[in-house]
């Protein structure tokens, strides 16, 4: 049974941080490319970082560039993102993807908003 738990998310005032997780499990990790996406209240949903599966490569989007890490440990099965200098157009419910070809798995998603 494949599963992807994210964890992490939670209420931060603006500049602050937070990490994410997301646990795989019931498939090869490591043979799976990974990324966060987000979708903010009312808006569609967009890719924030993307990771490939050795973790060579790593790809973001504009608007998080310098601020956010994606990361993984293959060893673990796990995922992260460390989020710097969070602001509130930041706010979003947070899912992690797996994807190798036409397989594509999703996390049920974590919520993080940014507000003072």
């Known amino acids: 049974q494949v599963q992807l738990v994210e964890s992490g998310g939670g209420l931060v005032q603006p500049g602050g941080s937070l990490r994410l997780s997301c646990a795989a499990s019931?498939?090869?990790?490591?043979?799976?490319?990974m990324s966060w996406y987000r979708r903010g209240s009312g808006k569609t949903r967009e890719l924030v970082a993307t990771?490939?599966?050795?973790?060579?490569?790593?790809n973001y989007r504009n608007s998080v560039k310098g601020r956010f890490t994606i990361s993984r440990d293959n060893s673990k099965n796990t995922m992260y993102l460390q989020m710097n200098s969070l602001k509130p157009e930041d706010t979003a419910v947070y899912y992690c993807?797996?994807?190798?070809?036409?397989?594509?798995?999703w996390g049920q998603g974590t919520q993080v908003t940014v507000s003072s």
């Open positions: 990771i490939s599966s050795a973790g060579g490569s790593r």
């Open positions: 019931g498939f090869t990790f490591s043979d799976y490319a």
């Open positions: 993807n797996a994807i190798r070809g036409p397989v594509n798995y």
